[in-house]
């Protein structure tokens, strides 16, 4: 761990790098456990929610009314 933060901090570039790759890293996981989280969301619920049509897109206040 020690070596891992010497070579971290040996230059700006360094940091930077390790900035850059750590938050790939991070972002890379939040979206594999928001999809995981979405996935069973969908096969529980279904797709798509009432408030959508069969695109997905919001309805109208008009359709959602005649839809009743």
Do not use: Q
Request: glycine share 4%; with cysteine.
């Amino acid at each position: 761990m020690m070596t891992f933060l010497e070579f971290t901090f040996t230059s700006f570039w360094h940091f930077i790098g390790m900035l850059i790759m750590i938050s790939l890293v991070s972002n890379f996981l939040a979206k594999v456990w928001n999809r995981f989280w979405r996935h069973l969301n969908i096969r529980k619920h279904g797709y798509p929610p009432s408030h959508c049509d069969a695109d997905g897109d919001f309805l109208k206040s008009n359709e959602l009314e005649s839809n009743d």
